[in-house]
Structure formats: C-alpha cells, structure tokens
C-alpha cells in the first residue's frame, strides 16, 4: 500500500499546490489513498465546508486537523456531517467530530487514520499518549495499517511519540510547525517516522503568513493582525509504502515541489 500524507494546506495557495500537482502524482506514484493536513486550510486558520470539498474533489481522500480545528463555526456542525475529516482524538469528550477513522483501501484491506495533538507549548488536552493506547486497544484486531498525525509543537515530544509507538503503527507523522524536516526513517520496530511533514503553501512567507507583519511583529514586539500570504506555492509531503499483510512500514520519501517563478525561483 502506497500513501501520500499532505503537509499542512494554508490557505488559497495551500488548496491550489494540491490542485496543481495530485492529479499528476496520483499517476506517477500509483498512490492508494492520500491524506491532508486541513486544518489551516481557510484562510490560514480552520476548515470549512466548501473548502473541505475543494480538497476533496482535487483528490484527497482524508483531511486531519489540528489546534486550529475550531476557528470557523460552522466546522462544528460539519465535523458531525463528514466522516473524511478527523479532528485530534484528545479533546475532552463531548466535541463535535472523530479523533479516528477507519477507511477501505478494497473490501480486504482497511486502515485506520488517527489525529492526536501535542500539549507542550499548545492547549493542555487529554494525554496524547494514553489516548493512543486506548485508540489501538479499541481497534485492535480490525486493522492493520494505521497512520497517526500527531500534530505537535515540540520535537522532543514528537520524538518521544514516534518511539513510543513504534512497532504498533505503521506512520507517525509530525505536522504544525510548517517546516519539513529531514529526518524522515523507518524506526527499529517497523514504524515510519517525520518529525514533520512541513507545509502546502505560499512560499514567500513566514510558515504561510506575510513576512512583512511577522517581522514587524518580531522588530516591534507588538501585536499583529496576520493575513495569510498569497504568490507561488510549495508542496510538502512525504509518500509512505506499507506491508499490508503485517502492516509495517517499507519506505518512507519526503516530497517537495514548488511553483517556479522567476522572482522566487531563479535557481531551480
């Protein structure tokens, strides 16, 4: 099984490098299924229903989510509705939407897809940890292959998960920081490992925002009202191969593709 795991779409530049490039990659790559981080993919912050479906019909077959998942109301009525989108697992019991799914490659073969969110540095939720034990004790014995986006601010957090987890999930991949890193691996236990997948969006920005009001904000120390960037985009993710009879990891790729203009891209 072959999957493609879509680093964070920010914005209107974020959804047309998915646009621009998964039709092509889909063929390239023979892909069975690809999954996106959706989380700031309206307007930079939140998910809506008319942007979920965008992404859906560029050919996304699942969108996890993240800190941001609550920033447009109307995502509360439309995480009930919408079985393709996965929120972090670890809010308190009670919030709209699913913290995992279980989707079908073909009648044989199904995998699990999990979104769980870190806690150093962003909201103190339900333990990460623990959650995912619960998670795959409850799923235990229905599928094989599960990937996990834990969407985290700290690395040594997102280290300690993957380690944690090796061996009993296929994918622990990292998103939230809008900066692929390169350490990309299969760990001891069989588990495929990125600290984080990086970012779909506009490239000349600070992870997405305008780098004008960024750097005020850093000159200045004062507060800003950021907007999402807009011009050439990059596309980030990684491709993920899979063993479907043990569910184990065979390969992990990082992919990165950006919109050549001249003003930006000189050299490539």
């Known amino acids: 099984m072959r ?3 879509i680093g964070d779409v920010v914005g ?3 959804r047309r490098a ?6 092509r990659l889909k063929k390239e790559l023979d892909l069975d299924m690809v999954i996106a981080n959706g989380e700031n993919a309206a307007g930079g912050k939140g ?3 008319e942007v979920a479906r965008d992404l859906f019909a560029s050919g996304v077959d699942v969108l996890t989510m993240g800190n941001h998942v609550w920033n447009k109301r109307e995502a509360f009525e439309y995480l ?3 079985v393709r989108i996965i929120r972090p697992a670890n809010y308190p019991p009670g919030v709209p939407g699913v913290g995992v799914g279980i989707f079908g490659k073909n009648k044989k073969v199904k995998l699990a897809v999990i979104n769980l969110a870190g806690r150093v540095f962003l909201q103190p939720l339900d333990c ?3 959650k995912a034990d619960d ?4 799923i235990k014995g229905r599928v094989m292959v599960i990937i996990i986006d834990f969407h985290a601010e700290a690395t040594s957090e997102k280290v300690a998960m993957g380690r944690y987890l090796d061996g009993r999930i296929s994918a622990l991949l990292g998103t939230h920081t809008h900066v692929q890193t390169a350490d990309e691996c299969i760990l001891p236990g069989g588990t495929a490992y990125i600290t984080d997948i990086g970012m779909t969006g506009p490239f000349d920005s600070v992870i997405g925002v305008k780098k004008e009001m960024v750097i005020d904000s850093f000159i200045t120390q004062t507060p800003q009202r950021f907007e ?3 011009g050439p985009f990059q596309f980030n993710g990684v491709v993920v191969d899979i063993d479907e009879n043990n569910g184990k990891a065979t390969a992990i790729k990082r992919i990165q593709k950006y919109e050549v203009d001249e003003l930006f891209f000189k050299n490539i």
Do not use: H, Q
């Open 3 to 5: 999957l493609l795991i």
């Open 228 to 230: 999402v960037a807009t």
């Open 18 to 23: 998915v646009k621009a490039n998964l039709s």
């Open 80 to 82: 009930d509705e919408e």
């Open 12 to 14: 209107r530049s974020g």
């Open 128 to 130: 990460p940890f623990r």
């Open 47 to 49: 998910i809506t229903r």
């Open 135 to 138: 998670i795959l004790e409850e």
